[in-house]
Each structure stands twice: as C-alpha cells, then as structure tokens.
C-alpha cells in the first residue's frame, strides 16, 4: 500500500496518505456521528507506517468544522504520529486556521500542549 | 381542528428561523445543517458567526441524536422524536432543543451542565483537555465533551430546564445563546 486515500463528504474530511513521501493531510469538515468507525481505517493505517516509516512525516491538517466526536479520533491520530516521532521519523504537524476563525487556533493549541510533537500553526487567508 | 395560524404565529412572534420536530436520524442533521449554511449566507453573516453557529448546532443536533435512544414519552411509548428551533433576536442566535428524558437519568445530566456552568473560560479550556486527553471513549463516541465545547465557544450559561410529565419521564429543554461576535 503506497497511498491511502479517502474522498471527503458533507460530514467527512478528505484523507490522503502518501506512504512513500511521508505526507498526510486531512482537510475539510469533520462532523460524522459516529467517527470512531471512520478514523479506524486511518489509524491502522498508521500503525503499519510506522513500522517502516519515512526519514520525515509531514501532517497538513486543514479542516473547515470538527465536531467533539472527531476530536478524540483526532488526539488518536496524534498519538500515533507520537509514536512515529519517537520511533525515529522526524514528524511535524501543520495546523491549519483560517485568520479570523480563533476557536480552531485554540483547538490546535489544546492538541499541542498535549502531544509531544512538532506543530506549527499556519494562518490561511479565508 | 389543528389551529396552523396559532402555531405559525407563535413562531413568527419568537423569530423562529426553523424549527423541527419528529424523529432525529443522520440524514435530518445533514439537511438542517445545510439548510442553516444557506439561511445564513442568504442572512449575509460574517464567517465568524457562521462559524460559531454552525459548530454549536452540531454539538446541539448530535446531542440530540445520540441521547434519544431510552427516550419515552408520557404515555410510556418508545418515542424517539424531539424538538429543535433556532431563533434569532437582537444580535444572537438561540439553539433550542428539547426532548424527553427518564427521571432517573436527570440527575446525573443536571450535574454534568451544573459543573460545565460553573467553570469560568480558563478552567472550561482545562476541563476539556483533561476529558479530551482522558482515554474514554464513549460507545457513541463522543467522549462527554459536548456541552463543554458548547459552553466555550459561546462564552454563555447553559440554559436547561426539566418539566416533570410523569414519576417516569420529564421533558429536557436546552437553550443555547450565541451571540455574534462583533457584539459582544
């Protein structure tokens, strides 16, 4: 398996995973009602890279909505990326908020002081 | 007779932008969403307070969706139907649900929204990471931080009441305020 890839919907994200280059990104809205049956497939899919993970992980996180259901799937994503950080791949997380939306800045900075990875807030022009 | 014009005046005099009431499936909370989105691009609202609205609705909707399930109603038959209205006054939206909950379970919910409402922002943004960073996950997978989201994004009280139908079951209403940004 060299991509991982899932198409976004009304209530999903966008997931694409490029095994070989080390690039992750979930991008649009994240409001599913049940979200541990949709980030499974993703948080597996992370458990294998990690036993051959990439020199460097990028993670290019850009979402419009998340709901309080995703945010915990989400903290599972980070906690993987956690341990491929410390198994030795160089990980970096980019946050991505739109400049006037402050409770999604916010929402990046819980999940920084919680994880022990790399993260960088990134403002976008909305 | 079932008197439309009372009901629809009743609405119009509470600025009731839409209101449902019937059973709350997956399918619902997409349309009213989406309807949302366009009544408040049509509105011609900032991003900002499409923004909070929306995600309040979301934790609101979901709420209701995922705790209807031992829901009974006066009579004693299973009933998964609920109410949901949202209004606009002034300058701020007000999300109302309602729906019917065992009196046995009241306690533990009135807690729940008596704790969230008594935590000033700082300890709000606390609370939710120590429950966001937790390990427990609900079956439903919301992992109880619903109101808390709730309750930080708006910046308000969680409104509730409890009306007593019977020794079984009482009817929950829950009144969420935001208010635009750029008022407040």
């Known amino acids: ?126 | 007779m079932i008197d439309a014009f009372n009901i629809y005046d009743n609405m119009d005099r509470n600025n009731i932008l839409l209101s449902f009431k019937g059973d709350i499936t997956s399918e619902l909370l997409t349309s009213i969403l989406q309807i949302m989105e366009n009544k408040m691009d049509n509105m011609q609202e900032d991003s900002k307070t499409k923004k909070k609205v929306y995600n309040v609705l979301v934790e609101c909707l979901q709420n209701l969706y995922h705790h209807m399930d031992d829901a009974t109603d006066g009579n004693g038959d299973k009933n998964r139907s609920a109410i949901f209205m949202i209004a606009k006054t002034g300058g701020s939206y007000n999300i109302i649900t309602g729906n019917y909950i065992l009196n046995e379970n009241i306690h533990g919910l009135k807690s729940r929204l008596d704790d969230v409402n008594a935590l000033s922002k700082d300890q709000l943004k606390d609370y939710y990471k120590s429950v966001l960073n937790n390990g427990e996950m609900s079956l439903k997978g919301g992992g109880g931080l619903g109101m808390i989201d709730i309750a930080r994004k708006t910046g308000e009280k969680l409104e509730y009441n409890f009306l007593e139908i019977d020794n079984k079951v009482s009817f929950f209403t829950l009144i969420i305020k935001v208010t635009q940004p750029q008022l407040i």
Request: with cysteine; charged share 25%; proline share 5%.
């Open chain 1, 1 to 126: 398996m060299e991509k991982y890839a899932i198409e976004g919907t009304p209530k999903t994200p966008t997931i694409s995973f490029d095994i070989q280059g080390g690039i992750l990104e979930i991008k649009g809205r994240s409001i599913p009602e049940n979200s541990i049956e949709f980030y499974k497939p993703l948080v597996d899919a992370l458990d294998k890279y990690s036993t051959a993970s990439k020199p460097a992980t990028t993670v290019n996180i850009q979402l419009e909505y998340f709901n309080t259901s995703s945010s915990k799937c989400i903290l599972d994503v980070f906690k993987k990326l956690e341990a491929i950080h410390k198994g030795g791949s160089a990980v970096t997380i980019n946050w991505h908020y739109e400049e006037d939306d402050e409770d999604m800045l916010e929402a990046g900075e819980d999940y920084q002081a919680i994880i022990n990875v790399p993260f960088k807030m990134v403002q976008v022009a909305e």
